[in-house]
């Protein structure tokens, strides 16, 4: 997949309290017209007046669940993004809210093919979390420890049938 060419003229809201983070999401993705808020009230604003094919939201300081109810009304795929909200329970959460993706700030130089993931999935009519999440599952296994998921088993069990159902899907049209 061509990261690149999925991003090209699309247009992307970013909202972080973090105006380095602002920055640096602008800088990662030079190919797509990005629009920053650091407040929640700034987003919501944005949200209202202009149209977006992706979201990266920040969980901590701007109100990202929040955010996230609105960017699912819309139909808006949305990613989120932390560094202090980085815990089972957030991952958990984010994913039963709609978030399309959730990814550790330290991965930041990755985040347009994270992106590109959630735009070509949406494109085929799918909420696939195949690649994020089998990129980013070594990450979570080390942050949170070997086991993390049997707290949660029956969900984390749901989650991984729908991930080899969307690995299936792929696979046949290749």
């Not at 069990?157 to 899907?169: A, G, L, P, T, Y």
Request: proline fraction near 3%.
């Amino acid at each position: 997949m061509d990261n690149q060419n999925i991003l090209e003229t699309k247009k992307v809201l970013v909202v972080d309290d973090e105006p380095d983070i602002l920055e640096t999401l602008e800088e990662l993705l030079y190919m797509c017209s990005v629009d920053t808020a650091s407040t929640f009230e700034e987003a919501i604003s944005l949200l209202k007046n202009n149209t977006y094919d992706v979201a990266v939201l920040d969980i901590m300081g701007v109100k990202g669940y929040d955010i996230l109810k609105v960017t699912n009304k819309l139909e808006v795929p949305s990613l989120m993004l932390t560094a202090h909200a980085l815990t089972p329970d957030n991952l958990k959460q984010s994913i039963e809210r709609g978030a399309d993706a959730y990814v550790p700030k330290d991965k930041l130089v990755d985040i347009s093919m994270f992106i590109a993931d959630v735009l070509q999935a949406r494109k085929e009519g799918k909420k696939s979390n195949v690649t994020w999440f089998s990129l980013l599952k070594p990450v979570f296994d080390k942050l949170f420890g070997e086991g993390w998921r049997k707290e949660e088993k029956d969900f984390w069990d749901e989650f991984d049938e729908k991930q080899i159902s969307s690995r299936d899907d792929i696979q046949k049209m290749e």
